[in-house]
């Protein structure tokens, strides 16, 4: 049986206290083809040390020490291009792989025409001390996720709303090479990879639970729309690649979604400059209502509102 060779590129800033588990996760896969690519990319705490023994233990690891850190997109970027494998896995290392994980998905990937380019999986939310919280879906009773997630040509859903759970996905190489990589400028890239891979390649979504996503304080996605956020100015450059990606009115319809959506949070969360580019591109999609003009004139003029999201959030999350 032929097992094409997956590299699972790992990449590792400041995460000392769930190295272990993360990196347990990865060798101990029953997939028997795996190259593992590791990158530090100038942590502050003991993480170095940690990989430098793992890679005693596991000569096969390839280590990669930043003594400046550069950001996750370049990171990857540097790993891949030393990367063979006909799979990729793009994994931080405060998350956990089950040990089946890469198996199954390459089982489907070998059930599938090269039209499908990426598949993704639900996946178990975990607290810091790796507590299990709830499911990336919402199930009902019987186990069943109750809101199936798309499959095939998904770039309309992509574009209107965020269903991929990150780390669960795994991708062919060719996706990768089409799109030239990730984008260095950015912060982050997921929505940017999914937007620009969705365009000519269908995702296939495996239900199954193959990772664990751990929650805590310093994930990147916890510093979301926070006060002069980095991700929140690459959305904004993502949606405006997105503008110029849509061929259809279903595509354009849901472009306004997001654009809309991310605008409001730009705005309340007082991050002006960001909204204002948002309802620039927004008046590019339409003519805005009454209300978003409203919004526009309140952003141009910096009134903070930022008191109404924060009280629906504290109603939203207590009740």
Known sequence: MIHPLVSVICLCYNHARFLHEALDSVINQTYPNLEILVVDDASTDTSPALLKQYQVLHPDIKLILHQKNTGNCQAFNEAFALSTGEYIIDFATDDVLLPNRIAEQVKVFAQLDNSYGVIYTDAELIAEDSRFIRNYYKHNEQGEILVPPPKGNVFADILSRSFLCPPTT????????????????????????????????????????????????????????????????????????????????????????????????????????????????????????????????????KIKLGFFRNLYYRIYYCT
Request: include cysteine; aromatic fraction near 16%.
């Open 170 to 301: 795994i991708f062919r190489r060719e996706v990768y090479t089409a799109l030239n990589g990730y984008d260095a400028t950015l912060a982050y890239e997921d929505f940017d990879f999914w937007v620009r891979s969705s365009r000519e390649f269908k995702f296939y979504f495996l239900n199954q639970i193959t990772t664990r996503r751990r929650l805590h304080a310093n994930s990147l996605s916890r510093q979301a729309y926070k006060l002069h956020d980095k991700q929140l100015a690459s959305t904004v450059q993502v949606c405006e690649k997105a503008f110029k990606l849509i061929r259809t009115e279903t595509e354009k319809q849901a472009l306004i979604i997001r654009v809309r959506s991310e605008l409001r949070q730009a705005y309340f969360t007082q991050n002006f400059p960001e909204a204002n580019k948002l309802f620039i591109l927004l008046r590019q999609l339409e003519n805005p209502s009454f209300l978003y003009k409203v919004l526009g004139w309140f952003n141009h003029q």
